[in-house]
């Protein structure tokens, strides 16, 4: 089973967490995904996705996803 699983093939491991991941705009600065502003304001990924949902983070600046209707 291990032999024949397509996510030990980097090359598809990569691909597909390409797809899955979105991109965020905080105070006009697009992240290409949540880890990465989690990174650059030291909170957590699920913090920066409460900020997205709510539209605004804890200082008041705009957050929203890219693909966001």
């Known amino acids: 089973m291990r032999d ?6 980097k090359e598809i491991a990569l691909k597909n ?9 905080i105070n006009g600065i697009e992240y290409d995904s949540l880890k990465s502003a989690s990174i650059y ?12 949902r709510a539209g605004k983070n804890s200082k008041g600046l705009q957050c929203s996803f890219v693909d966001a209707k």
């Open 41 to 52: 304001y030291n909170v957590s990924p699920t913090t920066i996705g409460n900020w997205c």
């Open 17 to 25: 967490g390409e797809k899955h991941k979105r991109k965020i705009i």
């Open 4 to 9: 024949n699983n397509p996510m030990k093939n």
